[in-house]
């Protein structure tokens, strides 16, 4: 079975600053997929960024990118000049390498992050 | 191109009774997810519906149940609601193809009293 651990249950930011959001997990799968999902009061679950665990190369998306750690089994997200929309609950998960088909999403509990204008 | 749809937004029921939500995945898309989201946690796996089938199952009572049908769309059954069932209960649903992001949709509040 996988964990994920989200340390941070809030942050705060001003706005156009930069903000990292840590999250750690654990698994015995050596081909896995995470991910950052944004959860705004609108509720809807939003795909922020993902990194396949096989690549070294950290991925990116405009202002988002992810630091990926494997060995230390860590995967931050950083937001380069936060701005007001940003304001959100930010879930970090894990997804096992399937041959066959797409795997179920391990959730960590979330971070509430809240960008200052 | 409309993404996922839930329905109902919001629903009230009482202890003892029966719900349905239903689910309509983004067009293209043929394997619907289905995760709950007790409040102030991340959302936990119920279970996953592929060609109509029941393909993974979280760690979730056989109180609930679902099905999925030949266009794709999804239902979520729960019996015998017990309040702990209270929640946010969310649909997401992937393409056909290994290891594709899930897309969610607006989830349906759940409130028993």
């Known amino acids: 079975a996988q964990t994920v651990t989200q340390s941070q249950p809030e942050m705060s930011v001003q706005e156009a600053e930069t903000v990292t959001l840590s999250c750690t997990y654990d698994t015995s799968e050596n081909n896995y997929y995470l991910f950052w999902y944004k959860q705004p009061p609108s509720r809807q679950m939003i795909l922020v960024i993902r990194q396949e665990a096989y690549k070294q190369q950290n991925a990116t998306e405009n202002r988002f990118s992810v630091n990926f750690q494997k060995a230390a089994k860590s995967f931050s997200l950083k937001i380069s000049d936060s701005q007001l929309g940003d304001t959100a609950m930010y879930f970090c998960?894990?997804?096992?390498?399937?041959?066959?088909?797409?795997?179920?999403?391990?959730f960590g509990t979330g971070t509430r992050l809240t960008i200052i204008p | 191109d409309a993404g996922v749809t839930q329905s109902p937004t919001h629903l009230i029921k009482t202890r003892g009774q029966q719900v349905t939500l239903r689910c309509s995945p983004k067009s293209g898309h043929d394997t619907v997810s289905w995760y709950q989201q007790a409040l102030g946690q991340g959302p936990q796996f119920i279970f996953q519906?592929?060609?109509?089938?029941?393909?993974q199952r979280g760690n979730f009572p056989d109180r609930f149940s679902g099905h999925q049908f030949p266009n794709y769309s999804s239902e979520l059954n729960v019996n015998a609601l017990l309040l702990g069932d209270s929640a946010l209960y969310l649909c997401?649903?992937?393409?056909?193809?290994?290891?594709?992001?899930?897309?969610f949709g607006d989830g349906t509040r759940l409130s028993i009293l």
């Open positions: 998960a894990f997804m096992p390498s399937n041959l066959f088909g797409n795997e179920k999403l391990t």
């Open positions: 519906y592929y060609e109509e089938e029941e393909r």
């Open positions: 997401a649903s992937s393409p056909q193809g290994r290891n594709q992001p899930q897309h």
